[in-house]
């Protein structure tokens, strides 16, 4: 059995097993911290359940001797909190996804600018949900740092006459890897946060 309730600060839709009832988790979209409620869905759950929850992160604020090996019973976090205008109803999972990888996606389309994408969804779809905003916000930090970089060994380039000019494989070498690692973290429910970043946006 499994207990389905929304976070009380960004209003993600979450469920754990009902093994949670009475414990305090904390929500993986905004790290807010809550009791969750006594289950209001009954049933026994099946395979598909089971692999559609992926739990919530349960944490037994009350123990004093609380270490990891009390997570027994916990798994990884589930988000995918549908909202009003998301384009072909997509959730904020997906959006907070796509604007990770856009950073790659404008590398092979528009190159340098890759910080237009999350740009455009932090703009635009950032209001409607903290997570998307949160996620966004971190990707179009990433990808201006990375823009800044670029400029930053063109002009050393220029300056040791293009002796210089492996240095410029860095940037896309950079906007490869975490263009992976980024999405596939938080496709899975988790935020991520890049190494080596200018958060210029607050």
């Known amino acids: ?4 309730f929304s976070c009380e600060q960004c209003n993600n839709e979450l469920e754990v097993p009902a093994t949670g009832e009475g414990k305090k988790a904390k929500c993986p979209a905004c790290s807010h911290i809550m009791q969750i409620p006594e289950k209001t869905h009954g049933g026994n759950a099946s395979k598909s ?4 929850s992926q739990g919530l992160e349960i944490e037994n604020h009350d123990s004093p001797n609380h270490s990891d090996s009390n ?5 990884k976090p589930r988000i995918g909190k549908s909202l009003p205008g998301m384009p072909g109803g997509m959730d904020d999972r997906t959006l907070a996804t796509l604007a990770h990888a856009s950073g790659v996606i404008g590398m092979f389309s528009v190159g340098f600018l890759g910080f237009l994408g ?6 635009v779809f950032g209001e409607k949900s903290p997570f998307v905003r949160a996620q966004a916000k971190e990707a179009l930090n990433f990808q201006i ?10 002009v050393a380039v220029f300056f040791t006459c293009g002796f210089g000019a492996p240095v410029l494989l860095v940037v896309p070498s950079m906007q490869l890897i975490f263009g992976i690692i980024a999405p596939l973290q938080v ?10 970043t200018l958060r210029l946006i607050k």
């Open 49 to 52: 359940d089971s692999r559609r």
């Open 71 to 75: 997570h027994s019973d916990s798994e």
């Open 1 to 4: 059995m499994f207990i389905r």
């Open 118 to 123: 999350p740009a455009l969804i932090y703009g």
């Open 145 to 154: 740092s990375l823009f800044l970089l670029s400029l930053i060994m063109l």
């Open 187 to 196: 496709w899975s429910g988790q935020s991520y946060q890049y190494p080596m």
